[in-house]
C-alpha cells in the first residue's frame, strides 16, 4: 500500500492581494466604525437633547427681554392677570411653544405666568443670577414641574435692570426619548454599513485597477526606491501641497534651504521666512531658472505645478559657478587691462627710445622715473591707509582696471583701517562688488554725453566707536545715482539693470553684500552722493577684532 499522503495544513492570514485585503480591512473598519458611531451618538444624546432644551429656552427669553415695551410696562403697571405684561407674555409663549414665559421685577414678584393665580406672587425659584445680570441656562424644578429655564436679565431703555425674564421648555422623559430613538438608530447604522461595504468594494476595484493587483510588498519597494532616489540626487526637491505647505523636502533641499526635517508640514512662509526664495518656490514670482540667495548660497530654482493642485519646485547650488563667473569678469578684466598696459608700454617704449637716439638723457630718464613712479604712489598711498593685505590688493588691482577704463579710483584721506578684520573673506566680496558696480556706474557716466565731468569713484574705510571695532565701508561714485524709489529694491535676487555675461545671471551682486553684512550683524544702504550720483554704505559693528595684547619682557 501506498503512504498516506500527509494532511495540508491550513493557513490562516491575510490574502496577499491588495484588492482583498483592501476590502477586508475597509468592511472591518466601516463595521466598526459604525458601532462606535452608534456607541458614541447613544452616550451624550441626554446631555445633548438638555442643551437644546436650555438654549432655546434661552433664546427665547434673551428675545423677550429685547423687547422696550415690555420693561415700560413692568414698570408702570402692577401685577394683574390682565396686565399688558401678562399678555405679551402669554402671546410670546403660544407663538414660541414654550411651558411658560414669567417676567419679574427686581423683588421677585411676578408679572406673568401660565397659571393666573401665580401674578402676583414671588417666583420659587432664586432669580438672582439673571437679576445680577447674567444669563442662566439650567434645569430646575418649578410650580410646573421639572422644565429647561433660560433666565436674563430685563434692562429698561438706559440699560438699568428692572427685572428678569424667565422661560422653561417642558423637560420630557429623556430616557423614553433616548429608548425610542434606538430602533431607528440601529436600522440607520445598518443601512451605513451596508453602504460603506458597497463603497469599499467599489474603492477596492478602483485601487485594484491603478495599483495593476500589485502586492503590498512590491508597492514597499517601489517607495523605497523612490525615497532613495529622491535623497540620493544631488538636486534639492522641494513639493508642496494645494495649501503651500511642505510634504517633500530631500536632503539636498535641507542643506541648500537650511532647514531640518520638521519642517515639513509647515507652510513655506513659516519655514522660510518672507523673501525672494518663499515667493520663488510659492510661485508668485514665476519664469525658469530664477535666481534667488538663501544664506550665502546663490541658487537656481524651477518651479512645475503638479494635477492636485501643489508643486514641486528643484533646487540647484549656484554659488560655485556664480563665484567662478565673478573671478571670470575679473579676470577678462584684468586682461583688457593688460592689453592696455602691453599697448601703453609698447608708446612709452618707443618713446624712451626716441629719447635716447636723441641723445636726450636727463629728458628719458625723468620719463622713466614718472612712469614708474605713479603705479608705485598709488600702491603705497592704499597700503599705508588699508593694512589688511587682501583689501589692498584687491584696491590695488581695481585702481589699475580702473585707470585702464578712464575712471579715477580714489582712496579718501580719513581711511584708516588696521588688520584686525574678523571676516576679511567677506569684507572683500563686499568691497569688490560695490568697488564694480561704482566702476561699471561711472564708466557708463564718462561715456555719455559730451560736458559730462570727469568719472571717479572714492572709496572710504574707517573704524567708529568707543572700542573702534565698527567698521563702515562708504563707496562713492560720480555715476547717475539710484532713483529714490528703487533704493530698497536694488538689495533683491535678480534685479539688475545690466545685460546678463555670457556666463549666466546678473542681480545677485548687491544682495550677496546684504546678506554678507547682515550676516555680521550689521547693514547697508544707498542714497545721493555729494555732487550726485550714488553712495552706498555698510557698517560691521563687529567688523574688528579685539586689538592684540602687546607682548612685554613678563609675558614673554
Known sequence: MSPTPPARRLRLGLPRRVFSQVLLMQVAIAAGVAVLATGLFLAPLSDQLDDQAMRRALAIAQTTAAQPRIAQDLRSSHPTADGPVQSAAERIRKASGAEYVVIMNKEGVRWSHTDRDEVGRVVSTDPSDALAGRDVMEIDNGTLGRSARGKVP???AGGTIVGAVSVGIEYDSVRARLIHTIPSLFAYAGGALAVGALAAYLISRRVHRQTRDLAFSDISA????????????????????????????????????????????????????????????????????????????????????????????????????????????????????????????????????GLLELEMYEEAAEFVGEVAGAHRVTAEQITEKIHDPLLSALLVGKATVAAERGVTLAVSEETALPDRLVDPGGLVTIVGNLVDNALDAATGLRAGPAGVGHARVEVVLRTEGPEGRTVVLRVRDTGPGVPEDRRESVFTEGWTTKEPPAHGKRGIGLALVRRLAERQGGSVRVCEAPGGGAEFTVVLPEGLAEPRPVATEETR
Open 154 to 156: 430685563l434692562r429698561d
Open 222 to 353: 517601489l517607495l523605497a526606491e523612490r525615497e532613495a532616489m529622491l535623497h540620493g540626487i544631488r538636486e534639492g526637491v522641494v513639493a508642496l501641497d494645494r495649501g503651500g505647505r511642505i510634504r517633500l523636502l530631500n536632503d539636498e533641499a535641507q542643506r541648500l534651504l537650511g532647514l531640518g526635517a520638521g519642517a515639513i508640514g509647515q507652510p513655506l512662509e513659516a519655514a522660510l521666512g518672507e523673501g525672494r526664495t518663499a515667493d520663488v518656490l510659492s510661485g508668485r514670482v514665476t519664469g525658469t531658472d530664477l535666481l534667488t540667495v538663501r544664506g550665502q548660497r546663490v541658487l537656481v530654482a524651477n518651479r512645475m505645478p503638479t494635477d492636485d493642485g501643489g508643486a514641486v519646485a528643484t533646487l540647484r547650488d549656484r554659488t560655485e559657478l556664480e563665484q567662478l563667473g565673478r573671478e571670470l569678469d575679473s579676470t577678462r578684466g584684468l586682461i583688457d587691462a593688460l592689453r592696455a598696459q602691453d599697448h601703453e608700454h609698447a608708446n612709452r617704449m618707443h618713446t624712451l627710445l
